[in-house]
């Protein structure tokens, strides 16, 4: 391949990483919408401990599966699960669920597991990007911050898992552009004052991808331009509790 080759690669690359977000973008709109239902494909016989106990019965028994078809892969995600047990180190309250690498794999989790709504206080669910850890102290978490969406006790029930299934449409589909790699994940946590959801990103230095983030998150979450939403430093939020925290940019 001669120079002039070489000089497109990146371009290439770049549009090609574009196709592939709308591809999993259209996807993910079309099973939200009901346009193609999935079924639980971790329904046969022994799937059933791929999840824990509480993942199962609100809804019954699942469906044998029913993929469509062409479906692309996405970058591999990993499902965490945190439950507050005071008599317990932090850490030993954290569970891996499980992992999915295509849009297929997570509508039958997300199908399967109970709403955020339905967690007792107490209690996280945490979507990283395969081989990040749901935690500050994680290398790829430690330099980054998050935009944080605090929600009122009473909209548990009327918002809570809707913003949360946007949040984790954002993350699955790749909705961010070429910022999608600043992305490490997605954290819901249930309290009794109230509930938070949250997405992390890598570099809390990168002006210009935060930024870019936050608008588009702020967009599909469908908030009012009146509504503001902030972005704390780990670092900051580390060392500081509740309105203590820096807020470092509002969109």
């Not at 990040?132 to 909209?155: C, F, V, Y």
């Not at 991808?209 to 009012?224: A, D, M, P």
């Not at 203590?244 to 509002?250: D, E, N």
């Amino acid at each position: 391949m001669g120079l002039l080759g070489l000089s497109f690669l990146p371009q290439r690359r770049q549009e090609e990483r574009r196709r592939r977000r709308a591809q999993q973008q259209e996807l993910l709109l079309a099973e939200s919408l009901g346009k193609h239902p999935l079924q639980n494909r971790y329904g046969g016989p022994g799937h059933r401990q791929l999840l824990p106990a509480w993942c199962w019965g609100w809804r019954g028994t699942p469906a044998r599966p029913t993929p469509p078809p062409h479906l692309p892969s996405l970058p591999r995600w990993a499902l965490w699960f945190f439950k507050n047990d005071k008599s317990k180190m932090w850490q030993e309250n954290l569970r891996l669920i499980t992992k999915f690498s295509t849009v297929e794999d997570f509508w039958a989790l997300y199908s399967h597991i109970q709403p955020a709504s339905k967690l007792s206080s107490g209690c996280d669910y945490s979507l990283f990007k395969d081989g990040i850890e749901p935690m500050w102290e994680d290398s790829q978490n430690k330099r980054g911050g998050r935009w944080l969406i605090t929600l009122a006790k009473q909209q548990r029930h009327t918002e809570l898992d809707r913003f949360w299934l946007e949040t984790l449409m954002c993350l699955v589909g790749e909705m961010f552009d070429d910022y999608s790699d600043e992305v490490c994940g997605a954290v819901i946590n249930i309290r009794t004052k109230g509930d938070k959801i949250a997405i992390w990103t890598r570099e809390a230095e990168n002006r210009e991808g935060v930024i870019h983030i936050g608008r588009v998150y702020k967009e599909h979450l469908g908030l009012s331009q009146k509504v503001a939403i902030g972005y704390q430093a780990h670092a900051d939020t580390a060392t500081k509790s509740g309105s203590l925290t820096k807020t470092k940019f509002v969109v």
